[in-house]
């Protein structure tokens, strides 16, 4: 892996957020150098006007000055002639002529109201009004002495404005809205790459719940090979790993099983011999004592034989290694049918059997049948060997507002004066785990006169 | 004289088993292993098998036997008690029992099986009646006369006369006889049932032959 790390980077989501952080910045500075060098060159190409600007306005200045005192024929014509002459070269210049006397002569391009006859004190106004004030205004007396009254120009300060300023006010908006454009194009890149990435995660959450049949994770298709691609394939390493485990624990699991059974049968073979030759010696003629010892041993089998087989499961058990597969089944049907195979054996005992089995609201319960077949099994071994004396079983269903139950009587001496029935440890052990195992409940009442042995449902009382 | 062919590596076992069983007076053939098995299966009626075997495995020699002949009967006989090799067994096999057994348990299941697969051309005498097994003729040994049976009738007293000894729930009978899941409160089998009762019982209102097992169902004992 680590030889591909520089290739790797490449593809990363790191270097791709680096990518738009970097454009960005770069667009930035570019926008900056192309606006800096637009604008230097703006200023550049500018600035031999706007170096002279001040000239320029004096410039204009002297030369109105000077062309004032130049012209001859004091007429209208002439003056007119002049101010058409400059208007040409300023086209938002105004001009106007007032003359010796005061009176408004010609005018050229005056917006303003101007009065005809121009009085000392107005004139004063004016010049007082217009000094350093806009629009930029010239006055020059016409010809070489001060007898031909004065010609008046104005022209608007921004004609004399830096150019930079000109562009500004005209694109100003043009260049706010630019970057505006530029800071939501970004936004939506770095939203699009950010949505991209929460898309392929929420993706890849929904993948790593998806579960086979054996309840393990399913293997992701791995598409790009950055941060995100690299988490897919750590998580299909685990569940190669998980895959691995399971089946290694299966396979100890089966190994165990294996090995119980294997062990469970080398003990029944020689028990089975003995069986074998304690038949063999029952053919024979024997005494009263013989005959009871045989029948001591074939009791004796039996019981090595339910000893046996309740070690190996209670080994399974604990180990949690006993298969356990639940389904829904009808459990009235289930016990009425376990109860033909026990009903034989309790009648050739000479049992009162006491069997109502009554449909419950549900009779639907997920449960091992096996595992159930087998809590029966071992209560009715129990009753059979240890409540003998009480010659009763009864097999009944309850049901109250809170559960469901399969309810065992019989007639025995209680648990406790079991002498002889240190077998019942295991059986009841099995029927506790197993109980517990199917999620039901079981209580147990003993007492001298008998025993009642309760396997509960409750009611799941939000239905 | 049924014919059975017992497989089991085991001498002790296999001595006592063949002995037992030629006592009571079948013609048993024992191997030790299913090597041989060939030769001697055409003339079996029904196969007792052991698992643990050299070679072959006893799931693999009975599937094998089944695959060939449906219709021989083979009893797992095995010291392995876990319910997967139950299973396994069941599967194939139509009755496993386990070791150690007692021999007239061996024969009860023998005799069952050689039943149901009508190897056993036997006359069943039930109480007042004769009961020709394969054709299923019933007769009233009393009287010597015929039963006649409507269909239904017929089938009811088939599936009891091959699960004989056999309680049998009301859910297992409807299902057996009328091939129907059997609904809760159906009242069709015991009707079917006290027809029959009319016929073959001598006092159906104290039937002998189909006793009723209160709380689980009914069975025809021999």
Known sequence: ?463 | MFRILYIEDEKEIGQWVTRDLTERGYEVTWLESGEELEKYIVAADIVVLDVMLPGLDGFSIGKRIKKENKELPILMLSARTAVEDKIEGLNFADDYLTKPFHPDELVARLEVLLRRYQKNDDVLELQHLKIHTKEMRVINRQTNDEIQLTGKQFYLLQFFIRHLNQILTKEQLYEGVWGESYIEGDKTLMVHIRYLREKIEINPAKPMIIETIRGIGYRVKL
């Open chain 1, 1 to 463: 892996m680590k030889f591909l790390r520089p290739f790797f980077f490449l593809r990363s989501l790191l270097a791709k957020y680096m990518l738009i952080i970097l454009i960005a910045m770069s667009i930035t500075q570019v926008a900056y150098f192309v606006i800096a060098l637009f604008a230097l060159e703006i200023t550049k190409t500018g600035q031999d006007e706007s170096l002279n600007e001040v000239n320029q306005e004096s410039n204009v200045e002297e030369r109105w000055h000077d062309e004032a005192k130049h012209i001859q024929n004091f007429t209208d014509e002439t003056i007119t002639q002049h101010f058409e002459s400059w208007k040409q070269r300023y086209p938002k210049a105004a001009m106007f002529w007032i003359s010796e006397d005061g009176t408004l002569r010609s005018k050229v391009n005056v917006q303003e109201q101007l009065p005809s006859t121009w009085t000392p004190s107005f004139t004063t106004k004016f010049i007082k009004e217009r000094y350093g004030g806009n629009p930029f205004t010239v006055i020059a007396f016409v010809g070489e002495d001060e007898t031909n009254g004065f010609i008046v120009l104005e022209i608007p300060r921004d004609v004399f404005n830096p150019p930079l300023r000109n562009i500004y006010e005209q694109y100003g908006s043009l260049v706010f809205l630019g970057v505006i454009v530029i800071v939501l194009f970004f936004i939506c890149i770095s939203f699009l790459f950010f949505r991209g990435i929460r898309k392929r995660l929420l993706k890849l959450q929904d993948a790593m719940e998806i579960r086979d049949v054996d309840g393990l994770p399913i293997e992701i298709h791995v598409k790009k090979k950055d941060e995100i691609g690299q988490l897919e394939q750590t998580f299909n390493h685990m569940v190669v790993e998980l895959r691995e485990s399971k089946h290694r624990e299966r396979k100890e699991e089966q190994l165990r099983r294996q090995l119980i059974a294997n062990l469970s049968h080398d003990l029944r073979t020689p028990l089975t011999k003995i069986r074998a030759q304690a038949y063999s010696i029952s053919k024979e003629n024997l005494s009263e004592e013989g005959k009871q010892a045989i029948q001591a041993m074939e009791t004796s089998i039996v019981n090595i034989d339910g000893l046996i087989e309740n070690l190996m499961s209670y080994t399974l058990l604990m180990a949690s290694t006993y298969i356990f597969e639940p389904k829904e089944i009808n459990v009235v049907r289930f016990a009425r049918e376990q109860m033909t195979t026990w009903y034989p054996v309790f009648e050739k005992e000479g049992f009162d059997i006491d069997i109502e089995l009554q449909a419950f609201d549900d009779n639907m319960w997920l449960i091992d049948p096996l595992w159930l077949g087998r809590v029966f099994d071992n209560i009715f071994q129990n009753v059979l060997r240890h409540a003998n004396s009480g010659k009763y079983l009864g097999v009944k269903t309850e049901s109250t507002a809170h559960y469901d139950a399969f309810i065992i009587k019989d007639y025995g001496k209680g648990m406790k004066n079991e002498s002889n029935a240190k077998g019942a440890g295991i059986g009841l052990s099995i029927v506790d785990l197993m109980v517990k195992g199917m999620e039901l409940e079981w209580d147990i009442t003993s007492s001298e006169s008998g025993t009642i042995i309760k396997i509960k449902k409750q009611k799941d009382l939000s239905k």
